[in-house]
């Protein structure tokens, strides 16, 4: 019986991956929110990881042989796309930070990033019990 970490743990450690990366780009808006002529700046979560987990659109190595090797991970970027934040207020010096609107999301995206350790630690935790009892 071969035993597969990727498989085990699924999309756990790409989502830990880029909840931190979240993470970090709300922290650095809010610390520039009385910087002239920042731009607050987000990527979408649900897409990347959709995408890492090999649900977007992106397109696939054709194997014209039997003899190609598969790659493994295919098609499973953690580059997101960062998109620049609309203001619903703009603010007379060019900043585009709203500091509410980024403590709020940065308090959901720690929030999410440390269920998703949790779950990690459990998945793990499963897997050494089970292996355990062999």
């Known amino acids: ?23 970090e780009l709300l922290a650095s808006n809010i610390a520039n929110a009385d910087t002239p002529d920042y731009k607050s700046r987000d990527f979408d979560f649900s897409a ?14 054709a194997r014209t042989s039997a003899s190609h090797l598969t790659l493994a991970g295919q098609g499973t970027s953690l580059d997101p796309e960062f998109l ?32 998703t350790l949790e779950f990690l630690n459990r998945r793990v935790s499963g897997i050494r019990s089970a292996l355990r009892r062999e």
């Open 84 to 115: 620049y934040r609309i203001p619903a207020q703009p603010s007379l010096d060019g900043n585009t930070v709203d500091p509410q609107l980024e403590r709020a999301a940065f308090a959901e995206s720690a929030m999410r990033y440390q269920s």
């Open 48 to 61: 990347t990881l959709a995408q890492a987990q090999g649900k977007g659109g992106g397109l696939e190595l």
């Open 1 to 23: 019986m071969s035993l597969s970490l990727d498989k085990a743990l699924g999309i756990l450690p790409a989502s830990v991956n880029l909840q931190a990366r979240r993470t």
